[in-house]
């Protein structure tokens, strides 16, 4: 099987991801080079992971990769994506997919033009979160009306809401507000603290409401991305039930009530063989994403939305950006703030 090239701009911690997963799927992905900033990072990372890194704009440009995946920080991904979709390739970009409203029209107008952007929003293809889709594409609850989603941060949040209540571009309005709680320290991205330290943490909750009469509750804490005493959690209702986190309360055929796990519905996404148990959930997500992008690249599917047979276009991505945009502008103001019609909506 021939594998699909690429490479990585950006040599953080989310650029490992993408390396963990070529390495893991060694006969699917070739990752052919990562670009750094300074010659004493690429040294680094070529030391401890054992890949070839480079400054060299051009030398990444020779490689030719299928896909350039840009792993940059937030402030610079829309510009570094750009860049790289000016030269001719498929990107592959971190989110969000950019900062700014206007920055978002740019990217759809470069993408009417052909250019090939894709978003790299993986939450909706984590196993757990796929099982939860499958129950919903089975009606067992009915057709959802109400999401409460605490698992995610703006973006991500935003579009796991969109996606269980099965909304697409519908016109909403949203408010909310930021609380400051003390909460005690217990892990970071890289280390652990037992001294019992206490500091302040932000929980922003906001209410999404969709035109079509559906709501999303978006509830969310930075702490719980890490922290073992804050935990996500899931409440989708629809007519014939809800989803509470891993169970399924609903109406059988004789209308006679069942309790199911989501556990029953879950399985691979289908696209990748996922034999390689090293992978954690958000790394087997991304792979499922990189596949999809890859044959988009090789204009093997006709487009992004193809991936694994759900809906995540470049679109979708934007759109998702656009919701995290105008919640931050609901807490900034303490006003509702009305959704207006954009350019991808057509």
């Known amino acids: 099987m021939e594998r699909f090239r690429f490479i990585i701009v950006g040599s953080g911690w989310r650029s490992l991801f993408y390396v963990r997963v070529a390495k893991a799927l060694s006969h699917r992905f070739e990752m052919c080079a990562i670009l750094c900033r300074t010659q004493e990072k690429a040294d680094r990372l070529a030391t401890e992971y054992g890949i070839n890194t480079t400054t060299s704009i051009e030398e990444c440009v020779e490689i030719k990769p299928d896909f350039v995946v840009v792993a940059v920080n937030k402030a610079s991904i829309s ?32 993408h009417e033009q052909g250019a090939k952007l894709a978003v790299a929003e993986q939450y909706m293809y984590y196993p757990d979160y796929y099982a939860v889709s499958q129950v919903l594409d089975k009606k067992l609850i009915g057709e959802p009306y109400s999401a409460v989603v605490s698992l995610a941060h703006e973006y991500h949040g935003a579009s796991l809401i969109r996606h269980f209540l099965k909304e697409d571009m519908t016109p909403f309005k949203i408010n909310g507000k930021t609380f400051t709680f003390p909460t005690v320290e217990t892990m970071s991205r890289y280390e652990q603290f037992t001294d019992g330290r206490i500091s302040d943490k932000k929980r922003t909750v906001a209410l999404f409401e969709f035109e079509d009469g559906k709501v999303g509750l978006y509830d969310f804490d930075s702490e719980q991305y890490r922290s073992p005493i804050r935990h996500n959690y899931l409440n989708i209702r629809g007519s014939r039930g809800e989803i509470k986190d891993d169970k399924i309360y609903f109406l059988n055929q004789d209308n006679l009530p069942e309790t199911a796990s989501i556990e029953n519905f879950a399985h691979t996404t289908g696209m990748l063989d996922m034999e390689n148990s090293e992978l954690s959930s958000d790394e087997k997500a991304i792979a499922e994403v990189m596949y999809g992008v890859a044959g988009y690249a090789r204009d093997e599917n006709e487009a992004i939305e193809n991936i694994i047979g759900t809906s995540y276009s470049l679109k979708s991505a934007l759109q998702d950006s656009y919701m995290a945009i105008l919640l931050q502008q609901a807490i900034a103001c303490g006003q509702t703030v009305k959704s207006t019609e954009q350019p991808w909506h057509k």
């Open 79 to 110: 510009d570094v994506s750009k860049e790289w979709l000016e030269r001719g390739f498929t990107v592959l970009c971190e989110t969000p997919a950019a900062l700014g409203i206007e920055t978002l029209h740019e990217l759809w107008a470069l």
